[in-house]
């Protein structure tokens, strides 16, 4: 079975720094994606970055970027320049091939300080 | 465009009543599901909507958990009655593509936050 597990529930940076959020997964498929999700405090839950496993570059979109590796099946997310608005629940994903679910990560809390 | 809304936003009730949450998706938008998060833990899916059609409701817990779709716009998510495992908060999302997830991300609502006592 597909699983997704994020192994830091809580992170902490400081504003303008730069942090690492880490994801692994298990799957055994070869052509599939990866997202990373930010929800903030009672606010919606809105896509970061998505990766393409079939793409060896690494997704990168402003200041977050991912390190993407396949063979390891890790897929963390590195958020540069921490900004105060950054601070939220984070949620690594694996869409299934089959069955339109998405499989979630049980979250990582990230603190941004001033 | 709108986006996804869910109501209410947090809820409290006893054990053994019933509570219903609403979503509606972004229009247009023939995707429709619904994910959990109890406290602590992953975000599950419990079913997908296509139009107003159950395209798959595996993740459904039992049968206390009653979803519709009505006229293919608007759902429903109906627990009745309630119990304390129930208690986490309900996201629903919404998507215009049938397909792979993959291709087409979904736009998810702020979550009820469902509390039971």
């Known amino acids: 079975a597909q699983t997704v597990t994020q192994s830091q529930p809580e992170m902490s940076v400081q504003e303008a720094e730069t942090v690492t959020l880490s994801c692994t997964y298990d799957t055994s498929e070869s052509d599939y994606y990866l997202f990373w999700y930010k929800q903030p405090p009672s606010r919606q839950m809105i896509l970061v970055i998505r990766?393409?496993?079939?793409?060896?570059q690494n997704a990168t979109e402003n200041r977050f970027s991912v390190n993407f590796q396949k063979a390891a099946k890790s897929f963390s997310l590195k958020i540069s320049d921490s900004q105060l608005g950054d601070a939220a629940m984070y949620f690594c994903?694996?869409?299934?091939?089959?069955?339109?679910?998405?499989?979630f990560g049980a979250g990582t809390i990230l603190r941004v300080k001033s | 465009e709108a986006g996804v809304t869910q109501f209410p936003s947090h809820s409290v009730i006893e054990k053994g009543q019933t509570v219903t949450l609403r979503c509606d998706p972004i229009?247009?938008?023939?995707?429709l599901y619904w994910y959990r998060r109890v406290m602590g833990k992953e975000i599950k899916f419990l079913l997908h909507f296509v139009k107003e059609s159950k395209q798959d409701e595996s993740g459904m817990p039992n049968n206390r958990f009653l979803a519709e779709r009505t006229g293919g716009t608007y759902s429903t998510l109906k627990v009745q009655p309630a119990e304390l495992e129930d208690s986490g908060v309900y996201f629903c999302?919404?998507?215009?593509?049938?397909?792979?997830?993959?291709?087409?991300?979904?736009?998810f609502g702020n979550g009820t936050r469902l509390t039971v006592t």
């Open positions: 999302a919404s998507s215009p593509f049938q397909g792979r997830l993959g291709n087409s991300p979904l736009h």
């Open positions: 229009s247009g938008h023939d995707n």
């Open positions: 994903a694996y869409p299934l091939q089959y069955g339109n679910k998405l499989v």
């Open positions: 990766q393409e496993a079939y793409k060896q």
